[in-house]
């Protein structure tokens, strides 16, 4: 099992431009989520999602849209990038009885 | 406001050492997170514990829910320990998001 995948690792995004962050799972979590990091502070929850078809906003979706069309696959797409989008991001899944998360390797998005 | 708080900020010891860290948080919860991450940033949950005590290897996490307070434990630290480890809670109210302390960063020297 390769767990959680995420691509790219590393982005460098001007101002104003768009991208998309891949996620995919191989263990047929329901759960999935996004998270920030920013230096210096916790995860912060961006959104998550209890099934297919189903998302949910969490602490910082501002700038962010996220869709669910699969179980394996959880994209989160930045549509107009900004100095304050730069930040490491997180994927993870888990099953719903809320069992430890798998978390993916994390993207490094620099947004100049 | 709910929060999570994890003390030291920083921890830095000898190899060998029992090393201890601390998570406190506000109000009830229905399941608290330790997890680790690498020097390279990688995350790996470590326990999922809602109460008594857990134990891998060398690694010990304890929780009091009438304290709202768990500890991390490491027995024998070793330099290939040294990483970030974070908290993390659920509130209680089904709510599936965690929210997470900013963790604390140990460093063991050999």
């Known amino acids: 099992n390769a767990g959680v995948t995420q691509t790219p690792k590393f982005r460098i995004l001007k101002i104003g431009q768009s991208m998309t962050l891949q996620c995919t799972q191989d263990?047929?979590?329901?759960?999935m989520y996004w998270y920030r990091q920013d230096p210096g502070m916790g995860l912060k929850l961006i959104y998550y999602s209890v099934g297919a078809g189903i998302t949910d906003k969490g602490e910082v979706p501002n700038g962010y849209n996220v869709s669910r069309s699969t179980t394996e696959d959880f994209p989160l797409r930045l549509e107009l990038a900004a100095p304050s989008q730069t930040s490491v991001y997180f994927c993870?899944?888990?099953?719903?009885?809320?069992?430890?998360?798998?978390f993916g390797n994390g993207t490094r998005l620099t947004v100049t | 406001k709910n929060e999570v708080e994890q003390s030291p900020q920083n921890l830095t010891a000898q190899e060998g050492e029992f090393i201890t860290i601390n998570c406190s948080y506000s109000?009830?919860?229905?399941?608290l997170h330790w997890l680790q991450q690498h020097p390279g940033g990688g995350i790996v949950s470590l326990f999922m514990l809602s109460s008594g005590k857990k134990k891998h290897g060398r690694l010990i996490a304890t929780i009091n829910i009438q304290e709202k307070h768990s500890s991390l434990h490491i027995t024998a630290s070793h330099p290939r320990d040294s990483a970030v480890y974070i908290c993390?809670?659920?509130?209680?109210?089904?709510?599936?998001?965690?929210?997470f302390g900013k963790g604390t960063k140990l460093t063991v020297n050999p």
């Open positions: 993390a809670v659920r509130w209680q109210g089904g709510s599936e998001k965690l929210v």
């Open positions: 993870a899944s888990s099953y719903p009885d809320r069992a430890l998360s798998h």
């Open positions: 109000v009830g919860i229905s399941a």
């Open positions: 263990m047929n979590h329901n759960y």
